[in-house]
């Protein structure tokens, strides 16, 4: 499982290496689609902003999620618990 990963993972850096290596050399060498390339490049950019945007906004919600249901597990014991003591006070009396 592991050695499957790191091949991905070395595919993945190869991959990007060589695209980037060959984005490189073309910006360099003033072609005729410089402007093109340079639109997507600006597009990635912002997608990659947007994609650390949203985590950051997913984590907040994730932790507002988790600290309600502790809150409310929290809530329901204590309520259970006064309940119980209730019950216990007036069956002694």
């Given at each position: 499982m592991i050695s499957s990963?790191?091949?991905i993972f070395n595919l993945i850096l190869?991959?990007?290496a060589v695209v980037t290596a060959?984005?490189?050399?073309v910006l360099f060498s003033n072609t005729t689609f410089n402007s093109e390339i340079n639109e997507v490049r600006k597009k990635m950019?912002?997608?990659q902003k947007e994609f650390i945007n949203n985590v950051k906004d997913l984590?907040?919600?994730l932790l507002k999620d988790a600290n309600?249901?502790?809150y409310d597990k929290n809530n329901d014991l204590h309520k259970s618990l006064y309940k119980t003591s209730v019950f216990i006070?007036?069956?002694n009396n």
């Open positions: 990963l790191h091949k190869i991959f990007s060959w984005t490189s050399i950019y912002i997608n984590s907040i919600l309600m249901r502790i006070i007036s069956n």
